[in-house]
């Protein structure tokens, strides 16, 4: 099936690459896409499985395209090139680095949110409620992303994240309380709060490893970063080498000294 020229344009444009444009032709050849039909953002959702996150920083992309005087291509091609532009942007790092980049766009919020009740702009109230926001955000999302698409998460997947979420938020409580009590300087509320976002790379993991699981993966190993900052816990582990898949614990937590600023990662076959 030959290309469509409206596609081809973007190439030329350097809007979109060669390879995000023959994947394109791969869904469209699939029946996927359709060339020139209106897309909704649920279907560019699904079709490019990618968090709201980058669906709200790609449509930014898209309008910053767009301006008043666009030619009658870029607007004809609608929702493509806007799938084109969240196909190009994923394709610029692994997983791993939008997992991180999604943490520290949580981290960030959680520390305004924190900075803002030391500041007495907002009530403890409103700043727990605001921490749980993110949390339960940013472990979907991760969630998600370990299994290809909000869409693929099972009843299962949903009661592990619902009770993830339920032991940050018990902790969460504990943290209000110490407020509330005056037991925390305003450094230590910034410091702990930020630890809170950490907890999205075992969501990540647990998510990862069962789609691993699905797809025909019998064994898995740690990989420690093996730098100074790499705890005895995460050596030992990585020591095991090959081991049956679901039998390692998920980096983001314990054993690690850094519990979830765990960095180790990893393999399958």
Same mark, same amino acid.
């Given at each position: 099936?030959?290309?469509?020229?409206?596609?081809? &344009?973007?190439?030329?444009?350097?809007?979109?690459? #060669?390879?995000?444009?023959? #994947?394109?032709?791969?869904?469209?050849?699939?029946?996927?896409?359709?060339?020139?039909?209106?897309? &909704?953002?649920?279907?560019?959702?699904?079709?490019?499985?990618?968090?709201?996150?980058?669906?709200?920083?790609?449509?930014?992309?898209?309008?910053?395209?767009?301006?008043?005087?666009?030619?009658?291509?870029?607007?004809?091609?609608?929702?493509?090139?806007?799938?084109?532009?969240?196909?190009?942007?994923?394709?610029?790092?692994?997983?791993?680095?939008?997992? #991180?980049?999604?943490?520290?766009?949580?981290?960030?919020?959680?520390?305004?949110?924190?900075?803002?009740?030391?500041?007495?702009?907002?009530?403890?109230?409103?700043?727990?409620?605001?921490?749980?926001?993110?949390?339960?955000?940013?472990?979907?999302?991760?969630?998600?992303?370990?299994?290809?698409?909000?869409?693929?998460?099972?009843?299962?997947?949903?009661?592990?994240?619902?009770?993830?979420?339920?032991?940050?938020?018990?902790?969460?409580?504990?943290?209000?309380?110490?407020?509330?009590?005056?037991?925390?300087?305003?450094?230590?509320?910034?410091?702990?709060?930020?630890?809170?976002?950490?907890?999205?790379?075992?969501?990540?993991?647990?998510?990862?490893?069962?789609?691993?699981?699905?797809?025909?993966? &019998?064994? #898995?190993?740690?990989?420690?970063?093996?730098?100074?900052?790499?705890?005895?816990?995460?050596?030992?582990?990585?020591?095991?080498?090959?081991?049956?898949?679901?039998?390692?614990?998920?980096?983001?937590?314990?054993?690690?000294?850094?519990?979830?600023?765990?960095?180790?990662?990893?393999?399958?076959?």
């Amino acid at each position: 099936m030959p290309r469509d020229s409206r596609l081809q &344009t973007l190439v030329d444009l350097g809007l979109v690459s #060669e390879d995000v444009a023959a #994947e394109i032709d791969r869904q469209q050849q699939a029946g996927a896409v359709r060339l020139g039909a209106a897309l &909704t953002l649920d279907d560019l959702y699904q079709l490019a499985q990618i968090t709201q996150a980058e669906m709200a920083r790609a449509a930014g992309e898209w309008q910053a395209e767009t301006s008043g005087d666009a030619s009658d291509w870029l607007t004809a091609a609608g929702g493509v090139a806007l799938l084109a532009l969240l196909l190009r942007d994923r394709g610029r790092g692994e997983v791993l680095d939008e997992i #991180e980049r999604n943490i520290l766009r949580h981290q960030e919020n959680m520390r305004n949110a924190t900075q803002a009740m030391i500041d007495q702009r907002i009530g403890l109230a409103d700043w727990q409620r605001s921490m749980a926001t993110d949390m339960r955000g940013l472990h979907i999302q991760n969630g998600a992303l370990g299994r290809g698409g909000l869409r693929n998460l099972t009843d299962a997947d949903r009661a592990v994240l619902q009770d993830g979420l339920r032991f940050q938020f018990q902790h969460l409580d504990g943290f209000a309380g110490d407020i509330a009590a005056g037991n925390l300087s305003p450094a230590q509320m910034r410091a702990r709060a930020e630890l809170y976002a950490q907890s999205g790379r075992s969501v990540y993991w647990y998510s990862n490893t069962e789609t691993q699981r699905a797809d025909g993966m &019998t064994e #898995e190993r740690r990989i420690a970063i093996g730098d100074s900052g790499t705890c005895t816990p995460c050596t030992d582990l990585a020591a095991l080498d090959w081991q049956p898949i679901g039998t390692l614990p998920n980096p983001g937590g314990e054993p690690c000294d850094g519990l979830s600023n765990c960095r180790c990662e990893k393999e399958y076959q």
